[in-house]
């Protein structure tokens, strides 16, 4: 995969503020044509406020936003999306007593008929919703079955296809394997690669560095709003990468407080007491003397 020419979409040193609080601190990535760039980062990372400023939802408070290397600033997602950027979010925005086919084309039903006799057009529904979705590898049997029965891998599956039926160059995938078993998030997996395959750009965001690692070309950190850096395979291991996510060195100094705790918990149990232990109770003491209620003693 060849990264030459103009990124289909890049931020540079964006942020984002709402009010005092500061949701993302300059930072930058980018997706081409034909990769899979994950954005990595566990909750509160900011992962959730930089997808809703790339889909159009916010704007971003300093710096670019360029698509095919122009600068933009969307106003609502229907910018992002007539940019042929789309999002599928984790609630995938399907109602689930409705046919695949309907839901396929939700939101942009094709018609037949004029007037009173304007209807929905079933049968180009059902056969466009079942060729996409077979573009994709997906072979569906009837279209025309609510969009409830399905696996939650072949939901995420429906609301790709058709995506990328309207147009999308730029595919935003929402934590597409969070709450699926292995099996499915295996075929969400290849649904994302299938996307690639099609020479879309995908950003596919998720806190599983598992996932990420085997579908990913690139790979962003998110951290409390701000940027490790991005990173290919040749520059970063799985594992450095858990290390990186996780706040390995945040958990090893909670790892050496912890052990401290047990080991004045073993004095204490010994009849011994800390340093800590002595300053302790001489301020309590001396709180309670300062604190002596009037005309007492």
Do not use: W
Not at 55 to 82: I, T
Not at 145 to 157: A, C, D, K, W
């Amino acid at each position: 995969m060849s990264r030459n020419g103009t990124p289909l979409i890049e931020v540079r040193d964006i942020s984002k503020f709402f009010g005092s609080v500061i949701a993302l601190n300059g930072v930058s990535m980018s997706v081409y044509a034909g990769e899979v760039m994950c954005l990595l980062g566990d909750n509160g990372a900011g992962k959730s406020t930089l997808i809703k400023t790339l889909a159009g939802v916010h704007q971003q408070s300093e710096g670019q936003y360029l698509v095919d290397g122009k600068e933009v600033r969307f106003n609502s997602p229907r910018d992002a999306l007539d940019h042929g950027i789309a999002t599928v979010y984790q609630d995938l925005a399907m109602i689930p007593l409705m046919s695949i086919s309907r839901n396929f084309f939700l939101g942009s039903e094709p018609t037949r008929g004029k007037g009173l006799f304007k209807r929905f057009d079933v049968k180009f529904a059902d056969r466009v919703a079942k060729e996409e979705m077979a573009k994709m590898g997906i072979d569906i049997r009837d279209t025309s079955q609510p969009v409830g029965t399905l696996s939650g891998g072949e939901r995420q599956s429906v609301a790709i296809a058709r995506a990328v039926y309207f147009g999308a160059k730029v595919l935003i995938l929402d934590e597409p394997t969070a709450a699926l078993g292995v099996k499915q998030a295996g075929t969400v997996l290849r649904y994302v690669a299938q996307a690639r395959a099609r020479n879309l750009g995908v950003i596919f965001i998720t806190h599983n560095p598992h996932h990420a690692y085997a579908v990913g070309d690139r790979f962003t950190i998110l951290k409390r709003g701000r940027t490790f850096g991005t990173f290919t395979k040749d520059e970063l291991s799985r594992e450095e990468m858990v290390r990186m996510m996780s706040g390995a060195d945040e958990l090893d100094a909670l790892s050496h407080e912890l052990k401290e705790f047990e080991h004045a918990d073993q004095l204490r149990g010994e009849g011994k007491m800390s340093e800590v232990d002595h300053a302790l109770a001489e301020s309590l003491e001396h709180g309670e003397e300062v604190y002596k209620p009037r005309g007492a003693g």
